[in-house]
């Protein structure tokens, strides 16, 4: 069974950073790419970045290039999205998936950006 499990959310006032961290089970991981894709309410999932299994490549949305980092540890199945500068505007509940669409994603964590 796929199990993916974020953490890391909370809330921050502008500009401020945050690390969200998802715990990854059930698949074989390090052949796998990983997404992160958030949510804000009454709006359809946005796509925010990809890591592919070996992490030598990313991919990054235009909304958040050059503010996010997408990152893993495959000794830890773990993969990490390091957030600066954050705005308003990201607030959102933040899901990592297996795939670029949030299909098969985790329960999500919550991010508030206060201004």
């Known amino acids: 069974e796929i199990q993916l499990v974020e953490s890391g959310g909370g809330s921050v006032q502008a500009g401020g950073s945050l690390r969200l961290s998802c715990a990854a089970s059930?698949?074989?991981?390090?052949?796998?790419?990983m997404s992160w894709v958030r949510q804000s309410t009454g709006q359809g999932l946005e796509w925010l970045a990809t890591?592919?299994?070996?992490?030598?490549?990313?991919a990054y949305a235009d909304s958040v290039k050059g503010r996010f980092t997408i990152s893993r540890d495959n000794a830890k199945f773990t993969t990490y999205l390091e957030m600066n500068n954050l705005q308003p505007e990201d607030t959102a509940i933040y899901y990592c998936?297996?795939?670029?669409?949030?299909?098969?994603r985790g329960q999500g964590t919550q991010v508030t950006v206060s201004s």
């Open positions: 998936a297996i795939d670029t669409l949030g299909n098969t």
């Open positions: 059930g698949f074989t991981f390090h052949l796998t790419a």
């Open positions: 890591v592919t299994g070996l992490g030598g490549r990313t």
